[in-house]
């Protein structure tokens, strides 16, 4: 793992965060970090390492949601030559790349109970195999997890070990989102501008504008700090003028004039709830199950009937008037009619 940036804030909710990870760092505890998307996660990994007794061992990092679910156990554990179709050679896991120093696991909410069962006895008694091997293999790891989920939720759903959780919930440190941090958005803001005007060769840093300050406070920020980086660099970059306060914050990078719009398959829900919505005027909605039609033209002729005996009763049994309701002619209805067996059934019209 290397370091992007630093840690930047003086907000409260920041700051106890950081004092947390700050004294937790001292431990060889396992402690979960928990936020949304974009609010530095890996940053806490960084500092409890760095701060720890295993500052000079090895930080090793691994994304769980990246790998398949017949992936993680090799990569976590390691495997023997054989163990596997395409295991030529024996490899050593993340735990042992990480022996005496701190392993950190990203997204750890995502592990398949398999894994998480293997997780559980390295983190309580040190100790793995290797996929394809008996020998049991001695680790000293940290162990540092990181999750945007609600594990405890995800226990009472039977989708996370209760037993697992324990062991690593020594200390919980969670990252208070950017938009509770109102007091931190200029200054991040600040410090991703600088960096960015000095990357780009700017001379000096001009500032912001007073409706781009006002724009960058007012904005909600889902992406947390990781959107707000994104938006000031990119606002920086696209600047003309190195000399004069940026004014412009690009929050989109997408809007443009020339975006294409929404794709067909992407509307096909919406375009299955517009025909329902129609055609529920004139039959039942559980009649015409879009996802049991096995024969189109069937259902079509089926869904045209019904529209010509409902129209039919509504304008009781009047061709003309009927034929006028569904902007037909008087001889296309009755080729309809005659095409669907309707015509020689038809009831006298009444007044």
Known sequence: MQKSTTLVGQSTAFLDAI?????????????LVIGERGTGKELIAERLHHL???????LVTLNCAALPENLIDAELFGYETGAFTGAQKSRAGRFEDADGGTL???????????????????VEYGELTRLGSNKPVQVDVRVVGATNEDLPAMVDKGRFRADLLDRLSFEVITLPPLRVRAEDIMILAEHFARRMAMEIG???????????????????????????????ERAVYRWADPLTPIADIPFDPFESPWRPKTSVSSRVPDLVSEVKAVAGEVMPASKYDCESVADLRAAVAEYERDILAAALARCRYNQRETATQLKLSYDQLRHCLRRHGMLEKMPAATA
């Open 19 to 31: 004092e947390r990870a700050s004294r937790a760092a001292a431990l060889t505890r396992p402690v």
């Open 52 to 58: 720890s007794p295993r500052w000079d061992g090895p």
């Open 104 to 122: 950190f696991l990203d997204e750890i909410g995502t592990l398949s109970p398999a894994a998480q069962e293997r997780l559980l006895r390295v």
């Open 202 to 232: 700017w001379m000096e840093w001009p500032g912001f504008a007073p409706e781009a300050k006002k724009a960058l406070k007012a904005y909600p920020w889902p992406g947390n700090i990781r959107e707000l980086k994104n938006a000031v």
